[in-house]
Nanobody, 127 residues
Framework: QVQLVESGGGLVQAGGSLRLSCAAS????????MGWFRQAPGKEREFVGA????????KYADSVKGRFTIFRDNAKNTVYLQMNSLKTEDTAVYYC????????????????????WGQGTQVTVSS
């Protein structure tokens, strides 16, 4: 079965950095665009960013643009989220998700676009 396992979360001070990883198994990784979402307490899960199957294109939410970077290693079936200049408002559970390639499909920015989800990893940014 398909599994997405996030790791790398933790507690960091504002201004610091973290790198999240998401290891995929049970699927042909290069057949999927990958996305990152986050959910803060009491809020809806929101789009953070996404990367195409080849890694050739990325898209980010305005709130993280210029601070977060998504990249992937298809040989390792892993996608990463590098988070720099972290702010307290970045505190959330971070989820990775896989979006199977379909004809004429744009990079997904909504939850409904994604087929598989990880269990999430907590990121806490202290002031």
């Amino acid at each position: 079965q398909v599994q997405l396992v996030e790791s790398g979360g933790g507690l960091v001070q504002a201004g610091g950095s973290l790198r999240l990883s998401c290891a995929a198994s049970g699927l042909t990784f290069s057949n999927y665009d990958m996305g990152w979402f986050r959910q803060a307490p009491g809020k809806e899960r929101e789009f953070v960013g996404a990367i195409t199957w080849s890694g050739g294109s990325t898209k980010y939410a305005d709130s993280v643009k210029g601070r977060f970077t998504i990249f992937r290693d298809n040989a390792k079936n892993t996608v990463y989220l590098q988070m720099n200049s972290l702010k307290t408002e970045d505190t959330a559970v971070y989820y990775c998700a896989a979006n199977r390639l379909r004809p004429f499909q744009a990079m997904g920015v909504t939850r409904s676009a994604y087929d598989y989800w990880g269990q999430g990893t907590q990121v806490t940014v202290s002031s």
